[in-house]
């Protein structure tokens, strides 16, 4: 039975600030990528967050940043791999404790933002999330780009890694995201959103934004929590693969 993992970029409220319906969606993901406080989230929130994911059987993944709570971890910034490395593995380590505590364990690390895409190009700055995931321990896993230097940097490290695309995202004939803000970036029609999927998972290609096919490597699906429709679409996309048997589960 074919399967594939439903993650969420989830705990991306901040203080005051309430991000997404976390709550709502967790029930229908499999893994959860917690943000760690350089982009959005704070202790509590980070705590909360992965509580509801043990409630619910969820896979607890970190979701580091670039340093950016202005710009949400979206905006490019100039760092070296040695940052890179202390800045992946000290949001990691935090949101592994919490997970320590809630009887569970880290399961996963997913770049977030600026710093995924980047690394997604990047071999130095992949090598160094590669690294970083590695001496985590516990044989965490790096949810990483389709086809990216991230994925061929943790080949180098010994480390397993799962491919990850998008429904919500076009992208481009090199098989990266077409950049947020340029035209045609974000697929809102749900209908084509599912076409998509659906070609990604059961046929491992997508149509680029250029037209040209890409191939890929669908171990896991990204769904934006922050989404307006994101609860919507999470129940239509559940209800497409229960049609179509395909299984729903994080990796082991």
Not at 173 to 179: M, Q
Not at 188 to 217: C, F, H, I, K, N
Request: aromatic share 6%; hydrophobic share 45%.
């Amino acid at each position: 039975m074919r399967t594939i993992d439903l993650n969420c970029d989830m705990g991306e409220s901040f203080g005051a600030w309430q991000m997404g319906d976390d709550a709502a969606i967790m029930p229908l993901i499999t893994s959860a990528n917690v943000a760690a406080g350089f982009h959005a989230g704070d202790p509590a929130t980070i705590r909360e967050t992965v509580s509801r994911a043990v409630d619910h059987g969820v896979a607890v993944g970190a979701h580091p940043s670039l340093p950016d709570l202005a710009g949400f971890g979206r905006r490019v910034m100039k760092v070296s791999a040695k940052e890179v490395y202390d800045l992946v593995l000290y949001q990691a380590g935090a949101v592994e404790a919490f997970a320590r505590a809630a009887g569970t364990k880290l399961h996963h690390v997913k770049p977030h933002g600026a710093l995924y895409n980047m690394a997604a190009k990047d071999e130095a700055l992949a090598d160094a999330i590669a690294r970083a995931t590695k001496d985590l321990g516990g044989g965490v896993l790096l949810y990483a780009l389709s086809g990216s230097a991230m994925m061929s940097a943790a080949a180098r490290h010994g480390v397993r890694s799962v491919g990850e695309v998008f429904a919500d995202r076009s992208y481009q004939p090199d098989g990266t995201l077409t950049p947020r803000g340029e035209p045609g970036a974000m697929i809102t029609d749900e209908s084509a959103s599912v076409a998509q999927v659906l070609m990604m998972v059961e046929e491992g290609r997508v149509r680029s934004l250029a037209g040209p096919e890409v191939p890929v490597a669908a171990g896991t699906l990204c769904l934006h929590g922050d989404h307006p429709g994101a609860v919507v679409f999470a129940k239509a996309l559940r209800a497409v693969f229960a049609e179509r048997g395909i299984g729903v589960a994080a990796p082991l």
